[in-house]
């Protein structure tokens, strides 16, 4: 039979203990690929504690995200949803995020655009290592391995007893109904062929201490979905705004340790920066070059009303300083001309 290298879980295993993943050990097993989300609308709470008991039991550790986009921006969003929930559930820059790509297949062109989107936004927001699962009859419609070796593949013979299948990938999942003695249900077992998996430490990394805005940035954007509550505990939910949602902020008011942002009409939302972000560029942030998003004007004046000339999204911009103008910034440019401090105007680069 092939080996039982790593086994991967989800919601539909249960809560995975130590006791559970030694007994898979006996077995072979050498590391775990949990599920930490699907979409951007839902987020597998088994993940953390099936982690952390793999961990506690000697395994290397990793997180799989099942893929629901057609589109780059989807890809894009997606993307931010998986990063957020390894995070989360405790997986540090050495496990991989996988890919798991099974639910559309849109074609090799549009494939290729969606699922690099993907990867390079977990890169950008901090996941170095990725990987992209899928079924080996979609293997010529989706880029697996684009540098060397990569891939993880599934296909499931009758009788798997003497097959040695896609040695050329990471990886070949064999069977979907593993039974391990003491385990609830059956498990997706599969045989590896690089050590690609195999890179986490037997301790995983804590998610980071959650930060809090102490100032007013007067203007915000939302960087995951946002909630606006009737009162500073958060008990009693108003309504639901999407990612990108741009908020004016009132004031910054404490609670307890931590703070909430009041907006005019008196409600509040989080003012944590893993889900808010300043929407204009400080002039103490050492912004060094930005890009256009969608197009920029740029103006001989920082009230923005003598304008030189438009340049096309995708220009870059060297950064001479940033300058504040009322509420907001502007980026002076080496020439002396200005554009907006929009961050989703001209984005981020250095």
Not at 40 to 68: C, E, M, W
Not at 77 to 88: D, G, H, I, Q, T
């Amino acid at each position: 039979m092939p080996h039982y290298d790593v086994v991967d879980t989800s919601n539909n295993n249960g809560l995975m203990t130590v006791a559970n993943w030694r007994a898979m050990k006996k077995y072979g097993v050498k590391a775990m690929i949990a599920k930490l989300s699907e979409g951007t609308y839902f987020t597998d709470q088994t993940a953390k504690p099936s982690i952390r008991n793999a961990v506690s039991a000697g395994l290397h550790v990793n997180g799989y995200h099942f893929a629901r986009f057609t589109t780059v921006a989807g890809a894009k969003a997606e993307a931010r949803m998986a990063a957020r929930s390894a995070l989360k559930a405790g997986l540090g820059k050495n496990s991989v995020i996988v890919l798991d790509f099974e639910a559309t297949n849109s074609g090799w062109n549009q494939n290729s655009k969606i699922v690099k989107a993907w990867i390079n936004e977990v890169h950008r927001m901090g996941y170095p290592k990725t990987d992209v699962y899928t079924m080996g009859s979609w293997i010529n419609s989706v880029p697996l391995n684009n540098s060397g070796r990569g891939g993880w593949v599934a296909n499931y013979p009758y009788n798997p007893s003497g097959f040695k299948l896609y040695t050329g990938y990471n990886g070949w999942q064999w069977t979907s109904s593993m039974h391990f003695p003491g385990c609830y249900g059956g498990f997706d077992v599969s045989q590896m062929y690089s050590n690609y998996y195999y890179g986490t430490a037997t301790k995983a990394t804590k998610p980071k201490k959650a930060i809090y805005y102490r100032y007013n940035p007067k203007m915000i954007y939302a960087r995951t979905p946002i909630n606006r509550y009737k009162d500073i505990k958060f008990k009693h939910k108003v309504d639901h705004f999407p990612a990108g949602t741009v908020f004016s902020i009132a004031k910054v008011v404490k609670y307890g340790k931590i703070t909430r942002f009041q907006l005019a009409n008196g409600l509040y939302i989080t003012s944590n920066r893993a889900n808010v972000n300043r929407l204009y560029y400080s002039p103490k942030g050492g912004v060094k070059r930005v890009k256009s998003v969608h197009g920029s004007h740029r103006y001989r004046d920082k009230a923005l009303h003598k304008v030189v000339d438009w340049q096309p999204a995708g220009t870059q911009f060297d950064v001479s300083k940033v300058v504040v103008y009322g509420d907001t910034t502007r980026i002076k440019l080496a020439n002396g001309l200005f554009i907006s401090g929009n961050k989703k105007i001209n984005s981020f680069i250095k």
